[in-house]
T-cell receptor, first 116, second 111 residues
Framework: NAGVTQTPKFRILKIGQSMTLQCTQD?????MYWYRQDPGMGLKLIYY???????DKGEVPNGYNVSRSTTEDFPLRLELAAPSQTSVYFC???????????????FGEGSRLTVL | GNSVTQMEGPVTLSEEAFLTINCTYT??????LFWYVQYPGEGLQLLLK???ADDKGSNKGFEATYRKETTSFHLEKGSVQVSDSAVYFC??????????WGAGTKLIIKP
């Protein structure tokens, strides 16, 4: 009963390094999302995908890239890490019902990233 | 544009107290409304939802009613427990099925 799995849970990067946050879901959901959550703040959408091969920018896409080659996987790539990218990152997925997005998101446990 | 406003926290209550966390929204059309809860160290999980005006969502003793006339979706619970301590997020889904999030309200319940 895995749901949405994110790796790694914690990571420290130096300025300018790159890394990929992995996200996998086993619920066959069409929609997938990447959010960041800064301390004491709500969620900001980075990128989302409505299905394999389709991705779109959210509210704060700069400095990130995504791909969606399969229904299950939605990795988030950070290029040239900056201190402003220090945050907790959440991956989420959402099913369709009756052909429409239900709005019910299933979240992973989060990945805490620190850029020094 | 669409937005969600929640009461600022933290909200601190004693066990068995009555809880209200206010949430108001601005939206065009008829969005669905949600409450999500985030327990310490975990991801968010759906607590309850309402899809049309006057609907009442309920789960685990929590309730919220979709009030179109006041554009509100306040979260209530009659008797809180220490285990309810968490951050609560109000959200709405827009026409593109994206969720618009409130800033979250931290709830602290003291024994």
């Amino acid at each position: 009963n895995a749901g949405v799995t994110q790796t790694p849970k914690f990571r420290i990067l130096k300025i300018g390094q790159s890394m990929t946050l992995q996200c996998t879901q086993d619920m066959n959901h069409n929609y997938m999302y990447w959010y960041r959550q800064d301390p004491g703040m709500g969620l900001k959408l980075i990128y989302y995908s409505v299905g394999a091969g389709i991705t779109d920018k959210g509210e704060v896409p700069n400095g990130y890239n995504v791909s969606r080659s399969t229904t299950e996987d939605f990795p988030l790539r950070l290029e040239l890490a900056a201190p402003s990218q220090t945050s907790v990152y959440f991956c989420a997925s959402s099913p369709l019902a009756g052909g429409s997005n239900t709005g019910e998101l299933f979240f992973g446990e989060g990945s805490r990233l620190t850029v020094l | 544009g669409n937005s969600v406003t929640q009461m600022e926290g933290p909200v601190t209550l004693s066990e068995e107290a009555f809880l209200t966390i206010n949430c108001t929204y601005t939206a065009t059309g008829y969005p669905s409304l949600f409450w999500y809860v985030q327990y310490p160290g975990e991801g968010l999980q759906l607590l309850l939802k309402a899809t049309k005006a006057d609907d009442k969502g309920s789960n685990k003793g929590f309730e919220a009613t979709y009030r179109k006339e006041t554009t509100s979706f306040h979260l209530e619970k009659g008797s809180v427990q220490v285990s309810d301590s968490a951050v609560y997020f109000c959200a709405l889904s827009d026409s593109n099925y994206q969720l618009i999030w409130g800033a979250g309200t931290k709830l602290i319940i003291k024994p």
